[in-house]
Each structure stands twice: as C-alpha cells, then as structure tokens.
C-alpha cells in the first residue's frame, strides 16, 4: 500500500476563492505529479516535479501553480478559483525504489459555485 | 502527439464471463505499458506492467495483459470475471526517454459486472 495523502477530499467553494490543495508522500519519491480527471474522461498531466525546486507544467494547460519546496511536499494552489476548476485533482508520486511506477493519492473533488 | 485509445467505455458482463479490455497506443519508440484500476470509492491502483521481457504480463486479482509491438496494443484479459472486479479500468502509457516518468492515460473503461 503506498503512502500517499490529499487533503481535503472534498471541497466546495466559491468563485474568486484562493485554494490550496495538499499532496504528501511519505515514501521518499523524487518525483510527484498532478492529474486532472473530468468524470468519465482520461487523466491528464497537469504539474510534474522530479525533484525539490523543480516543477513544469503538463500536456494540460492550468490556472493553478505548484510548489516543491520539500521532498514529501507537492501542494497545488488555485489564486482565484473558478466554475471551470470544477474537477477531481489527483497527486501522484513515483521513485526508483518503487520501480518507477506511480502511486496514486485517493484525490481531491473541487466544486468551485 | 502521443495518445492512448481504450476502445470500450463501459461493458457490462455476467460473473464468469470473459473479459478483454482493447488498448492501443500511438508512439514508435520504447514503452513502458501500465493498467491501473479504481474500484468505487478508492483510490487508482496498479493492476500489472510492462517494461521488457515476456510480453505477456500477470497482474494481480487473476488479470493479464499481452504487448504485441507490432500492433501497439496492450490488451487486458481475464478469464473469469467476478462482481468484485466492477471498477474502472485505465490503460497508460510511459513514452518519456527523458525519464521523467510521466504517463499518457486513455479515456478509461467501466466495467459493470453482474452477479
């Protein structure tokens, strides 16, 4: 079971609301990343980072900005959400003492009214 | 650009049925293939992978998958499906010589299972 933790679950907010939401890994993976999924639709990249300072954007174009101040530490941050935001948000981490192979949090679902 | 294309959205079968999960992918190069699945409710879980070797893969729960290069496919396969295995299925493809890690998924396929 891998260790990887988002908070907050769920979250309803309103238009124009700064936001921040939290991904951390406990596993000691150089590399995180950050998927949006519509429902029914394909995960797409929208942040990665292979390491601490370093961070690029996706395939996705995003409003939101990430961080990578520490290994474990991987937040998302919306300045002024919008209805469009509307999505679930899920953090990944992967590392050559896993092989490699991401491991998924249990996401984010972002109502922005 | 490259992609990945999971032909069936949603399948519906009986406990004991068959299953195979089409997924083809568009990049010439050297692969890495994974499936991933979300059972209702949990978080996406590696179900089995492909990085060399044997190209047909076992994964966990009884499930399969055969890479045949030459079709740039990595089809999913279980013999007997049960009402547990209900989830949602997704194919991804790792086609990044830079060794970031970063994966194309496709578009997912739910899989309703009836007792």
């Known amino acids: 079971e891998a260790d990887i933790y988002q908070t907050p679950r769920y979250l309803v907010i309103g238009t124009g609301k700064k936001i921040t939401l939290e991904c951390s890994q406990t596993m000691g993976h150089d590399k995180m990343y950050w998927y949006q999924q519509d429902p029914g639709m394909e995960l797409h990249l929208i942040h990665y980072s292979y390491g601490v300072n370093s961070t690029e954007k996706g395939d996705l174009s995003s409003e939101s900005t990430v961080s990578r101040i520490r290994t474990e530490h991987f937040p998302l941050t919306l300045e002024s959400a919008r209805p469009s935001h509307t999505s679930q948000y899920l953090c990944?981490?992967?590392?050559?003492?896993?092989?490699?192979?991401?491991?998924f949090g249990a996401g984010t679902r972002l109502s922005v009214l | 650009a490259q992609s990945v294309s999971q032909h069936n959205h949603h399948v519906i079968l009986s406990e004991a049925a068959s299953l195979e999960l089409g997924c083809n992918y568009s990049y010439g190069g050297t692969v890495n293939l994974f499936w991933y699945v979300q059972y209702p409710g949990q978080h996406l879980q590696l179900l089995l992978k492909?990085?060399?070797?044997?190209?047909l893969v076992k994964g966990i729960k009884g499930f399969e998958a055969e890479f045949i290069k030459s079709k740039f496919s990595f089809n999913l396969r279980k013999p007997s499906v049960q009402w547990s295995d209900t989830a949602e299925y997704f194919c991804a493809v790792n086609a990044d010589s830079s060794n970031t890690g970063k994966l194309i998924f496709g578009q997912g396929t739910t899989l309703q299972v009836k007792p």
């Open positions: 492909y990085f060399s070797g044997d190209p």
């Open positions: 990944a981490s992967s590392g050559l003492q896993g092989g490699n192979i991401q491991y």
